[in-house]
């Protein structure tokens, strides 16, 4: 049997934090098992900018990236690693329920962790928060962490 | 801040003083408008000056020129091209790797949001009150072949932008004037590129600046009663220099949120009354054909229709202009002849279809005073346009054709009117701001000048009376087109290898549709 691989949905909230512990205990079960945590910056191709802003964009997402593996990525990662997993960490911008389920498909994982957050703000309201809508479309098993 | 608050307080000051002294405020008014007709009138003269024989501007002819051409040598780009304009902008072919960065659809509306605006509204009732309705069909005509044109432009501007090592980019028409030229080996790519920024400076101050302030005061004080031009000018320029100069970038943010969706209500406001009048569509249409090649009465007939359509087209979409070519260069892209595709919407949308609802709307709504026995225009000599319902030209008339279906429309004209006009200035100080920046090198001080200066032409451009400022503006932009078509052409045997090589590998399968590559 191949590695057993894990998506991680991590936000730098405690309910995140609660997710990954969850599936570090997961993985000791598994054994031969990968955690991939993956942290979305929200992101839309259909937003309007200013020329400026455009101008300074690609600077920007760098600085964005960089501020998401200094904050949230690299702590989790280093402690995980110093307990003995198989962990890598990634940064995307986009949709994140599109985005986590899009990389379960892409690693082949076996499940998605993710940790329930509050609904907040009208979009969470109407279309329903990241949880919510993976645990309604995603194309394979999630686990929402309260 | 505390430059910025040195800045605004030595625009009052500079400002003010002048300005209170003045007993009769009307007086300031005439005084900058005649300071205006007297130092700008006769480079006016010369850009609009008629083909000898005719009454026909050199200029416009320059601009047809131009779009034909390209029309011809891309093979019709903007109608083979169409489907697949729309399927990029929809991010069909965006690289997911890419995510983040700046898309089609977003420069594409950025570039808009420079164009969008009072042209569409108070442009087409200068076009529409001085050629009649038939200048609305060489307005679309116009808009048409001026796709090929920004397709041309746009994908030279991606192309040769520059991406420096943090990250930013600076692109336009002076950057492929000078590596272009340089590529093909050819010389004065440098003296062009000078030029284009001289000009582009000027027509920032002039089109981005002065006819938006001046057509924002005109819409203001049709709605809330008239008042001196300078109080408007004064609120805005503070208002612009805090966003361009002091970083209140919440402000621009807020605005560029608001104006699209005040461009999707314009629309669909222009398409519920065009339902309203339904039984009237085919007559307006018709009154568009047949004055478009009669000019039914209006002076110059024929031409005369044609002049203005392709004026205020050139004036509304800005095709070959080379403005756009700044603001879509910033799009993330490997490919910038896709960039071209997705800018070729522009003038579609722009002039093909918001121009068009404007100008419908106003021939439905019978503010143009027509003879009812021979159905000809009853042209008002003293004001040089066809006479009108109350005697108003400009974005009054846009706004009194519209209130005769609704009544509250003059008020939320007036909110669009001064939000598309802050919103282009902002653009446009941008791109005088890229063209100053080329002329002048980068730096603080240098930049927070051209704001300044920027910010001064705000208060004249809302001073002044509409026609010194519609003429100077107008003669500006094509000064810009001059230069930028003459490097088209010479650059445009570039722009086609781009388009074979493009074109081959999506015809291959190396370019596939995003969901497709899985």
């Given at each position: 049997?191949?590695?057993?691989?894990?998506?991680?949905?991590?936000?730098?909230?405690?309910?995140?934090?609660?997710?990954?512990?969850?599936?570090?205990?997961?993985?000791?079960?598994?054994?031969?098992?990968?955690?991939?945590?993956?942290?979305?910056?929200?992101?839309?191709?259909?937003?309007?900018?200013?020329?400026?802003?455009?101008?300074?964009?690609?600077?920007?997402?760098?600085?964005?990236?960089?501020?998401?593996?200094?904050?949230?990525?690299?702590?989790?990662?280093?402690?995980?690693?110093?307990?003995?997993?198989?962990?890598?960490?990634?940064?995307?911008?986009?949709?994140?329920?599109?985005?986590?389920?899009?990389?379960?498909?892409?690693?082949?994982?076996?499940?998605?962790?993710?940790?329930?957050?509050?609904?907040?703000?009208?979009?969470?309201?109407?279309?329903?928060?990241?949880?919510?809508?993976?645990?309604?479309?995603?194309?394979?098993?999630?686990?929402?962490?309260? | 801040?505390?430059?910025?608050?040195?800045?605004?307080?030595?625009?009052?000051?500079?400002?003010?003083?002048g300005l209170a002294s003045a007993q009769e405020l009307a007086t300031v008014n005439e005084r900058v408008?005649?300071?205006?007709?007297?130092?700008?009138?006769?480079?006016?003269?010369?850009?609009?000056?008629?083909?000898?024989?005719?009454?026909?501007?050199?200029?416009?002819?320059?601009?047809?020129?131009?779009?034909?051409?390209?029309?011809?040598?891309?093979?019709?780009?903007?109608?083979?091209?169409?489907?697949?304009?729309?399927?990029?902008?929809?991010?069909?072919?965006?690289?997911?790797?890419?995510?983040?960065?700046?898309?089609?659809?977003?420069?594409?509306?950025?570039?808009?949001?420079?164009?969008?605006?009072?042209?569409?509204?108070?442009?087409?009732?200068?076009?529409?009150?001085?050629?009649?309705?038939?200048?609305?069909?060489?307005?679309?005509?116009?808009?048409?072949?001026?796709?090929?044109?920004?397709?041309?432009?746009?994908?030279?501007?991606?192309?040769?932008?520059?991406?420096?090592?943090?990250?930013?980019?600076?692109?336009?028409?002076?950057?492929?004037?000078?590596?272009?030229?340089?590529?093909?080996?050819?010389?004065?790519?440098?003296?062009?590129?000078?030029?284009?920024?001289?000009?582009?400076?000027?027509?920032?101050?002039?089109?981005?600046?002065?006819?938006?302030?001046?057509?924002?005061?005109?819409?203001?004080?049709?709605?809330?009663?008239?008042y001196p031009?300078w109080?408007?000018?004064?609120?805005?320029?503070?208002?612009?220099?805090?966003?361009?100069?002091?970083?209140?970038?919440?402000?621009?943010?807020?605005?560029?949120?608001?104006?699209?969706?005040?461009?999707?209500?314009?629309?669909?406001?222009?398409?519920?009354?065009?339902?309203?009048?339904?039984?009237?569509?085919?007559?307006?249409?018709?009154?568009?054909?047949?004055?478009?090649?009669?000019?039914?009465?209006?002076?110059?007939?024929?031409?005369?229709?044609?002049?203005?359509?392709?004026?205020?087209?050139?004036?509304?979409?800005?095709?070959?202009?080379?403005?756009?070519?700044?603001?879509?260069?910033?799009?993330?892209?490997?490919?910038?002849?896709?960039?071209?595709?997705?800018?070729?919407?522009?003038?579609?949308?722009?002039?093909?279809?918001?121009?068009?609802?404007?100008?419908?709307?106003?021939?439905?709504?019978?503010?143009?005073?027509?003879?009812?026995?021979?159905?000809?225009?009853?042209?008002?000599?003293?004001?040089?346009?066809?006479?009108?319902?109350?005697?108003?030209?400009?974005?009054?008339?846009?706004?009194?054709?519209?209130?005769?279906?609704?009544?509250?429309?003059?008020?939320?004209?007036?909110?669009?009117?001064?939000?598309?006009?802050?919103?282009?200035?902002?653009?446009?100080?941008?791109?005088?701001?890229?063209?100053?920046?080329?002329?002048?090198?980068?730096?603080?001080?240098?930049?927070?000048?051209?704001?300044?200066?920027?910010?001064?032409?705000?208060?004249?451009?809302?001073a002044?009376?509409?026609?010194?400022?519609?003429?100077?503006?107008?003669?500006?932009?094509?000064?810009?087109?001059?230069?930028?078509?003459?490097?088209?052409?010479?650059?445009?045997?570039?722009?086609?290898?781009?388009?074979?090589?493009?074109?081959?590998?999506?015809?291959?399968?190396?370019?596939?549709?995003?969901?497709?590559?899985?």
């Amino acid at each position: 049997m191949g590695q057993t691989t894990f998506i991680v949905g991590l936000d730098g909230s405690d309910a995140g934090a609660r997710a990954l512990a969850f599936a570090k205990d997961r993985a000791k079960a598994a054994g031969d098992c990968k955690i991939v945590i993956c942290y979305v910056i929200e992101w839309s191709p259909f937003t309007f900018q200013t020329a400026e802003e455009n101008a300074q964009r690609h600077k920007r997402r760098e600085n964005e990236i960089a501020m998401a593996h200094e904050r949230v990525l690299d702590p989790a990662l280093t402690s995980a690693k110093a307990e003995g997993f198989d962990i890598e960490g990634i940064v995307r911008h986009g949709d994140a329920a599109d985005i986590i389920d899009a990389l379960a498909r892409e690693r082949d994982a076996k499940q998605i962790m993710i940790g329930r957050v509050g609904t907040k703000g009208l979009k969470a309201r109407i279309f329903g928060g990241v949880a919510g809508r993976l645990a309604t479309t995603a194309t394979v098993p999630v686990t929402i962490i309260p | 801040m505390l430059r910025l608050h040195h800045f605004v307080a030595t625009l009052f000051a500079c400002l003010l003083p002048g300005l209170a002294s003045a007993q009769e405020l009307a007086t300031v008014n005439e005084r900058v408008n005649q300071l205006f007709a007297d130092y700008t009138g006769w480079y006016v003269g010369f850009i609009f000056a008629p083909l000898p024989g005719t009454d026909f501007s050199w200029i416009a002819l320059w601009l047809v020129v131009g779009a034909v051409v390209f029309t011809i040598y891309f093979g019709a780009i903007q109608f083979s091209g169409f489907i697949h304009s729309i399927r990029l902008v929809k991010g069909d072919y965006s690289d997911p790797n890419d995510a983040g960065e700046v898309s089609h659809f977003q420069a594409l509306a950025t570039a808009l949001s420079g164009t969008v605006g009072l042209g569409n509204i108070a442009g087409v009732a200068v076009a529409v009150s001085i050629g009649g309705a038939g200048a609305t069909f060489w307005m679309i005509v116009a808009g048409l072949f001026g796709m090929a044109t920004k397709f041309t432009e746009c994908t030279l501007g991606v192309k040769y932008r520059n991406e420096y090592p943090d990250g930013s980019v600076s692109g336009g028409p002076m950057y492929y004037m000078v590596k272009g030229f340089k590529e093909l080996g050819l010389p004065l790519g440098g003296a062009m590129a000078v030029l284009f920024s001289v000009f582009t400076i000027l027509g920032a101050l002039g089109g981005g600046n002065m006819f938006q302030a001046n057509q924002a005061h005109a819409q203001i004080s049709n709605v809330v009663g008239d008042y001196p031009g300078w109080i408007t000018g004064l609120v805005l320029a503070v208002l612009t220099f805090a966003v361009i100069a002091g970083g209140l970038k919440s402000i621009a943010r807020v605005t560029e949120k608001i104006v699209p969706f005040m461009g999707i209500f314009y629309v669909l406001v222009s398409v519920v009354i065009l339902i309203m009048n339904y039984d009237q569509i085919i007559w307006a249409f018709g009154q568009i054909f047949v004055g478009a090649f009669t000019g039914l009465g209006i002076v110059g007939g024929f031409t005369g229709a044609l002049i203005q359509g392709f004026r205020r087209a050139a004036f509304s979409n800005e095709a070959g202009i080379g403005s756009a070519a700044i603001a879509h260069s910033a799009v993330r892209t490997k490919e910038p002849v896709s960039e071209g595709y997705v800018a070729l919407l522009e003038p579609f949308i722009d002039t093909v279809v918001i121009c068009t609802m404007t100008a419908l709307v106003i021939v439905i709504s019978g503010v143009l005073a027509q003879d009812p026995q021979t159905g000809l225009y009853i042209w008002n000599a003293e004001l040089g346009r066809i006479t009108t319902e109350g005697d108003v030209g400009g974005v009054a008339l846009t706004s009194a054709a519209y209130a005769t279906a609704f009544s509250w429309f003059p008020v939320l004209l007036m909110v669009a009117v001064v939000l598309f006009a802050f919103s282009t200035m902002i653009s446009w100080s941008y791109y005088g701001l890229k063209a100053w920046t080329y002329l002048f090198g980068e730096g603080q001080t240098k930049e927070l000048i051209f704001k300044f200066i920027f910010c001064v032409f705000i208060v004249i451009g809302a001073a002044a009376s509409l026609d010194p400022v519609i003429d100077f503006s107008d003669a500006m932009l094509f000064s810009m087109a001059i230069v930028n078509i003459i490097a088209l052409y010479f650059l445009m045997p570039i722009v086609k290898r781009e388009l074979h090589s493009y074109r081959s590998r999506l015809k291959s399968g190396k370019i596939v549709k995003t969901a497709d590559q899985t």
